[in-house]
């Protein structure tokens, strides 16, 4: 439960690219072919290990469709990662891809980690961008860049933990400030919580010994 | 105020003498004046007088400066005080509430405020207009547009959500507030945010996301917990908000460890009993009970409802909340809402419910919990609403654990054990045949929820005796409760007793047998169904027998003589129709307690005389209705055994069909093998026959040519005979005769030659037929086998072990 950090991720990108999809592979270790359309935000959580450290990783799946765009700026400035999804097989997601970027790096603070993500990966026949191309852009944009498949799993976890690598470097070198809470970013209650536990413990066993009499 | 004339006065001029201007023409002039003057202190001044006029004339003041005064914000951002004159004379033209100054007014309309509203945001660029003053940092004027912000949202919040939500920022400027050191303003903020997330998920996620719970969870604690004042009960009302119908956000809340920080709201210490609770304090708990049961809403999905479950019970919460329910000096509003949420923390959550079981109450002798709760529930000098609760939180506490149920069940079955300890069973049963007719009806419900989905229950319950006076002989519960129906005269008695009854004896044979044997019991009944009396209650009556009426035809054995299947059936067709019967059941569901009863499982009525269908009765009745009048319409196809059946598991009853079939089909396999044995060897038998014919016609074939060759060796001697006639006449006419006999014997043998042959022809015929029949028996017995083996297959899937049966091959 006791956690060092915690970071805040938003999932961002056209609609249909396999954002909540990746969430749910990230967080449930499933994948679910036929997924509704997401309405407005959904939310997940997992923990990770970095360094040794535990760090919970809250996920912000957010609606691709543009009806739904100007709700999901409203969770850019919050969030300490952003995970940019495209699909390989369709080339108008890379396209739209400085739209999305111009819009995050717009209303997110400007430390936050952005990853791009080439999605789908195990639809290699059906490929229209070349992961040369997703380098590219990466490498003119700076950010991240890698190729998943939500399918089969590949690279998912890499994908999110990647991420928060770069985040808990940044932290390392202080270009974070982990005290305000608007990057996204949380200390752990590590203490309290601990406290917190044996407290519930005590409480449970308390109880147990009152079922016994 | 004589300063405030002289302002006026400074400000309008000296007014000509004799003629008091009309408040009209003298907002007319401000207006000019905000709107036209260059100097910043004559906009401001005017700005002043506006808002002071604002609360007695705001037909005027609205109608003819909103447009000038929305210009101020834009314009006059660098004056602080401007603006806030500005937004505060907007905020008065836009209030919900009527002034004191306007009350003798009759020309105001009453929602002006929102006609005023309507019009401020048919622009929405004047939302972002306030939005923005809430950068600034001032406090007038931030606590200004919170205020106008907050009277936006009373009036017309959907509209105001919805342009908010497209606003970049809009919600996590307001969310910075809450982090505002000035508290007024954090206080503002917090009644603004209530506003703004009312109803609307999308905005509710974002504030959430927004730190919304470390925030609202900071200042709680701050304030001092429960004992904190109204700031306390404010965040509690955002959280609430947050949480409320919002799955993602439930999730979330879980997630982040949220249900642990909860804890120290219900923690009251021990040494605070006697000081009591302050009002206060109380819609403070309230409100904390209110964020546990959203989390653990019976409407929210399974797997966050026990997840939730799960770590209030891991967190101590648990255990805090059933500290409260045993403590003393509680208000019994506190007292009764806890008991609602106990159930609620421990509905269909088995550890949980054992916890419940656990917990004793610090009386003497100790008594369990659950005991002491039931003792209020038939005790009729407790609040109806804390009698209600009890028995929710009974029904949780008996909600899907069979366990809890047995041990309810246990209590009343003669035992060994100690006689003089009050036990929950005792209890219910004393409240069934108490005078108190709620005691009844909630006794009745309690046991019912014990039989629900348990049939080893609907047993045990049957054996269950009951001592009516001292002397007599026992009589069972089942026997008592009947008695009871038709003596009851109470309306939601008879109700409860029926709602038992037919939870009872529902896919339970025995029960109804054990019912059909009281006497009187069917008769009530169809009197009951047939009875025309024209009330809403009486209607739900005649429904609720007519449907305990068809449990007793659809789940009969027949084990009762009189009143087997059949004859109950046509007592109902003659008695009462079957017109007449469907349209007496469906009374039942067009009843309005029905209909309330059927919404949520918690009890929602509002006075004791309301109370009469459960929730789980509905349940029981919607999942009926249907097999029932069906049962009785549809003529009877596998008679009585398909019953008990159809309810154990719907398999079994296909499950017995394969069976019989397999058996059938094994019976006419055997039948098939002796036959095709019996021509087998027929045919051999023939095959030898044929042979032996064969063998004798070759011998006779031999013979044949012998003869003829016998007789071409004799007829040349014939031949050369003529020359010595005479001599050789005698001999001729011997060989002649001698020929002759030959030739005879010759056609004869050819004859029978024949006659071989043909009994040859037919013998082969006949083993070709046979051959044939045994090719077709061949292809059948394969046919056979594979049809055998997919009903093995069958049953194996169907979770039954075949025994391999005898191989057919070794049959063949």
């Known amino acids: 439960m006791a956690y060092a950090y915690l970071f805040k991720y938003i999932i961002i990108g056209d609609t249909g690219v396999g954002k909540s999809c990746l969430l749910l592979q990230f967080t449930d270790k499933r994948f679910q072919p036929v997924h509704d359309l997401t309405i407005g935000v959904e939310f997940g959580a997992r923990m990770i290990t970095i360094d040794g450290k535990q760090i919970k990783l809250q996920i912000w799946d957010t609606a691709g469709q543009e009806a739904f765009r100007s709700i999901t700026r409203s969770y850019y400035r919050g969030a300490a990662g952003a995970l940019l999804v495209y699909d390989i097989t369709r080339r108008d997601t890379f396209n739209h891809l400085t739209t999305w970027l111009e819009d995050a790096r717009q209303h997110s603070n400007s430390n936050m980690v952005i990853m791009l993500i080439g999605n789908k990966s195990d639809l290699e026949s059906r490929r229209e961008v070349k992961k040369e191309e997703g380098e590219a852009f990466a490498r003119e944009h700076g950010l991240v860049f890698m190729e998943t498949s939500a399918k089969t799993a590949a690279n998912v976890e890499e994908a999110f933990i990647n991420t928060a690598k770069e985040i808990y470097e940044k932290i390392q070198e202080g270009v974070f400030d982990i005290n305000n809470e608007a990057n996204g970013i949380k200390i752990g209650p590590q203490h309290s919580a601990a406290g917190g536990a044996a407290a519930g413990g005590a409480g449970a066993g308390g109880a147990a010994g009152g079922g016994c009499c | 105020m004589d300063f ?64 000038t005064l929305r210009q101020v914000l834009e314009l006059d951002r660098a004056d602080n005080e401007t603006i806030n004159y500005a937004l505060d004379t907007l905020n008065n033209i836009m209030s919900p509430a009527q002034f004191e100054e306007e009350e003798e007014n009759p020309n105001i309309p009453m929602n002006i405020g929102e006609q005023f509203t309507e019009m401020f945001i048919k622009d929405h660029n004047n939302i972002q207009l306030v939005l923005d003053l809430l950068d600034e940092y001032d406090f007038r004027v931030r606590l200004s547009a ?172 648990l255990d805090s909340l059933c500290n409260i329910l045993m403590a003393s000096g509680v208000p019994a509003d506190i007292l009764t809402e806890t008991i609602n949420t106990v159930g609620e923390v421990v509905r269909g959550e088995v550890n949980n419910q054992d916890f419940l079981g656990n917990v004793m109450a610090p009386s003497n002798p100790p008594r369990p919990a659950i005991v002491v709760l039931l003792m209020s529930m038939v005790n009729e000098k407790q609040p109806f609403s804390l009698r209600c609760a009890v028995l929710y939180c009974f029904q949780c506490y008996l909600y899907r654990n069979e366990m809890s149920q047995a041990s309810l069940v246990q209590t009343l079955l003669p035992s060994s054990s100690d006689v003089s300890s009050l036990t929950s069973g005792q209890l219910l049963c004393g409240g069934l045949f108490s005078s108190d007719v709620l005691s009844n009806w909630f006794s009745a419900v309690a046991l019912m929820h014990a039989l629900t989905e348990n049939a080893a229950q609907k047993e045990q319950l049957l054996r269950v005796l009951l001592a009516t006076n001292i002397g007599s ?32 004896m529902s896919y339970c044979p025995s029960a109804v047998s054990a019912f ?42 027949d084990s009762v003589e009189n009143y087997s299947k059949d004859s109950l059936k046509q007592l109902l067709l003659k008695r009462i129709g079957m017109e007449t019967f469907s349209g007496k059941l469906s009374e039942v569901t067009k009843h309005e307690s029905y209909n309330k009863a059927a919404k949520h499982p918690q009890l929602r009525v509002k006075a004791p005389g309301e109370i009469l269908i459960d929730y789980e009765f509905c349940k029981l009745f919607k ?61 051999t038998q023939l095959q030898s026959a044929l042979n032996d014919s064969l063998a004798s ?28 006639p005479s001599q050789d006449d005698a001999k001729a006419k011997e060989y002649e005769a001698k020929v002759q006999h030959l030739a005879n014997e010759v056609a004869k043998l050819t004859n029978e030659l024949s006659l071989a042959q043909e009994a040859k022809k037919t013998a082969t015929e006949e083993l070709e037929k046979l051959k044939k029949d045994q090719e077709d028996l061949l292809v059948l017995l394969v046919d056979q086998d594979a049809k055998l083996n997919e009903y093995k297959m069958r049953l194996i899937s169907l979770g039954q072990t075949v025994d391999e049966p005898p191989s057919e091959e070794d049959l063949t």
């Not at chain 2, 169809?526 to 005649?542: A, F, I, M, R």
Request: hydrophobic residues 40%.
């Open chain 2, 4 to 67: 405030f004339k002289s302002g006026l006065k400074t400000v309008l001029g000296a007014p000509e003498a004799g003629q008091q201007p009309s408040a009209g023409e003298t907002v007319e002039r401000l207006v000019n004046r905000v709107e036209n003057s260059t100097l910043l202190e004559d906009r401001r001044d005017a700005c002043r007088a506006l808002k002071a006029m604002s609360r007695k004339y705001r037909v005027e003041v609205g109608a003819q400066g909103m447009g």
């Open chain 2, 146 to 317: 919170v205020q106008l912000l907050t009277s936006l949202l009373t009036n017309r919040s959907k509209d105001i959500q919805e342009i908010i939500l497209v606003k970049p920022m809009g919600v996590s400027k307001m969310m910075d507030l809450l982090g505002d050191t000035r508290e007024v303003i954090r206080n503002e903020t917090l009644l603004l945010l209530i506003k703004l997330t009312k109803g609307n998920a999308n905005i509710q996620k974002i504030v959430a996301f927004e730190n919304a719970f470390d925030r609202l969870f900071e200042i709680v604690s701050s304030e001092g917990y429960s004992d904190g004042g109204i700031i306390v009960e404010d965040c509690l009302l955002l959280m609430l908000n947050l949480l409320k119908n919002n799955s993602s956000n439930i999730h979330f809340f879980k997630e982040g460890n949220y249900i642990q920080k909860m804890l120290p709201m219900f923690q009251t210490p021990d040494d605070a009993e006697d000081l009591g609770w302050s009002p206060q304090k109380v819609s403070n708990v309230h409100c904390m009970l209110q964020i546990v049961r959203t989390l653990v809403s019976p409407s929210n999905a399974v797997q966050i409802i026990s997840s939730c479950q799960k770590i209030m019970k891991y967190a101590g919460l």
């Open chain 2, 473 to 504: 002989s026992p009589v069972s519960l089942l026997h008592q409760c009947t008695l009871l129906l038709q003596q009851s005269t109470k309306v939601q008695a008879k109700v409860a007793l029926l709602m038992l009854l037919s939870q009872w």
């Open chain 2, 516 to 557: 059909l044997k009281v006497p009187g019991g069917v008769g009530y009944l169809v009197n009951q169904t047939c009875s025309n009396e024209h009330d809403d209650n009486e209607y739900l009556l005649q429904g609720l027998s007519a449907f305990l009426l068809a449990i007793c035809i659809h789940f009969n054995d």
């Open chain 2, 623 to 683: 999942s009926l209705e249907g097999v029932l009048v069906e049962s009785l319409t549809v003529k009877r196809e596998n008679g009585v055994e398909s019953l008990p059946e159809s309810r154990a598991s719907p398999s079994s009853g296909a499950l017995e069909q394969y069976k019989s079939l397999i058996r059938q089909q094994d019976a006419r396999l055997q039948e098939l093998t002796q036959q095709l044995d019996g021509l087998l060897r027929q045919n």
């Open chain 2, 697 to 724: 016609n070759s011998h006779l074939k031999d013979e044949n040519t012998l003869l003829k060759a016998q007789v071409s060796a004799a007829t040349p001697l014939n031949h050369q005979a003529p020359a010595p």
